[in-house]
């Protein structure tokens, strides 16, 4: 639970900052981006550590309320939540590697611990970079139309279990949603 809502609150935390350093130019752009970066190198670890949780210790089941095209739809939406958790951070990373400014402004999470760069990516020569950092770049900007997609979806499905079905869905994530048990 706590892994949900610090990778939730980081995710959201970092498309604002994207918003925010996408209506700046020059030099102004690097220290929000910067922090972006931080926070999306976060929200990798962070994700890698939710993932094997969830692989070694299974989710309590859901309600039988919940029919068999929601749990196939939750199921799908989990996937690619981690495809966007997970993908997200990796073209981030390999896009800023690809980048010429990344040998005078490295990755240093929080101005504290230096990240490493994707060394084969940092040594390719001029062109096959640029080649390399518009592809990754597309690629993180697909992921963020598909982050957005989940998430309008991912609160709509919590909203109409908390306030139409009203079965307990949202005390999964929620404690003091919580029915009290009997
Ligand atoms: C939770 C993880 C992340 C999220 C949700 C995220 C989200 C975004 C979004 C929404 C944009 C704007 C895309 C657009 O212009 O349409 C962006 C741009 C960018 N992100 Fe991330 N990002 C994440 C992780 C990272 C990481 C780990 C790095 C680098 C280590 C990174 C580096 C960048 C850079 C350099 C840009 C600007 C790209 C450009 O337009 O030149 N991001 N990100």
Same mark, same amino acid.
């Given at each position: 639970?706590?892994? *949900?809502?610090?990778?939730? @609150?980081?995710?959201?935390?970092? %498309? ?11 030099? $102004?752009? %690097? ?18 550590? #939710? ?7 299974? &989710?309590?089941?859901?309600? /039988? ?40 402004? &490295? %990755? ?5 611990? *230096? ?10 020569? $001029? ?24 998430? @309008?979806? *991912?609160?709509?499905?919590?909203? #109409? ?5 009203? /079965? ?6 929620? $404690? ?7």
């Amino acid at each position: 639970m706590s892994l *949900h809502w610090l990778i939730a @609150a980081l995710i959201i935390t970092n %498309i604002g900052l994207a918003w925010y350093f996408n209506s700046l130019t020059g030099l $102004p752009k %690097i220290p929000p981006i910067q922090l972006h970066k931080s926070i999306g190198i976060t929200v990798l670890l962070l994700s890698l550590a #939710r993932l094997a949780w969830r692989l070694t210790v299974p &989710p309590p089941p859901l309600p /039988d309320s919940v029919s068999g095209w929601q749990r196939i739809a939750a199921a799908a939406v989990y996937v690619l939540f981690y495809a966007v958790m997970i993908g997200m951070p990796l073209s981030g990373w390999a896009l800023s590697s690809a980048s010429a400014i990344i040998r005078f402004k &490295p %990755i240093i999470l929080f101005g504290v611990v *230096h990240w490493p760069t994707i060394t084969p990516l940092a040594d390719l020569p $001029p062109a096959e970079m640029k080649q390399a950092h518009d592809g990754f770049t597309t690629v993180h900007q697909l992921l963020a139309l598909l982050a957005y997609a989940l998430i @309008a979806l *991912h609160v709509a499905a919590a909203l #109409r279990h908390l306030l139409l079905l009203k /079965d307990g869905v949202m005390g999964r994530m929620v $404690p003091f949603l919580r029915a009290p048990a009997t």
